[in-house]
């Protein structure tokens, strides 16, 4: 009897600290008005506006490759198309890398280090995070070599996020097949929980153990 509640304990404590308060998570908090988390958070809406900013202010460095967008330099390059027909849209990390490596080493040599992809950004660093990053890059990591190109310009900014965020994140229909799925697998290891325990009682009464 201690046994089962101390396993259901821990079991329960398990769960409910990976999937709904994860404590032990390093997050810092950031500040971002209410409004622009609306924007954000409203992919339908701005998904598609927030992706023209990007190319008109990020693409220089930035690129996108889940959603096809590279690296303007590179987007500009004829050796793209030819590519593409031979891998499709999204190319392979390592030909992207090896085929287009003088570009991203001259954003290397300008910046220190290449401008990171953006395609899963979202899901790593949340939207606090990149409002108030790309709105102010020098506050939120001082140093930085990422110039300010939003200055002033907070409501573009979320429109860029609830790009960013488009791109991670699976479209809801996605969404709601996994969650059914996920309970799926629980609800069937619980019957078959109940029903090897149900055998097992069997078991023992005819041994005669019960
Ligand atoms: C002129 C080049 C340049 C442009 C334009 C630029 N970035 Fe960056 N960005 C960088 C560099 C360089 C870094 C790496 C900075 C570092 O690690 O210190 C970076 C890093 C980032 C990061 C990662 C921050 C982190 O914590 O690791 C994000 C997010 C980002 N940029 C978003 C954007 C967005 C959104 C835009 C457009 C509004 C943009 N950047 C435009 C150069 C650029």
Known sequence: MI???????????????????????????????????????????????????????????????????????????????????????VLPRDVYEAVFYEDLNALKESFGKVPPDLSTIYLVKGKEYLFNFTLEPQKVLPGTSMPAVMTGRPEETAKIVAYLKSVAEPPPEEKSKRVLMGVGTIAYLVVMGVLIWLWRSRVLKRMGLH
């Open 3 to 89: 046994k089962t509640v101390f396993f259901t304990g821990i079991t329960l404590a398990f769960f409910y600290i990976l999937w709904f308060n994860n404590f032990f998570a390093h997050r810092e908090r950031y500040e971002m008005p209410a409004q622009y988390v609306k924007i954000a958070e409203d992919v339908k809406s701005y998904a598609k506006e927030g992706k023209q900013l990007f190319e008109q202010n990020c693409q220089a460095c930035h690129s996108v490759r889940y959603d096809a967008v590279y690296i303007s330099s590179v987007q500009a390059n004829p050796k793209l198309k030819t590519l593409q027909e031979k891998y499709g849209k």
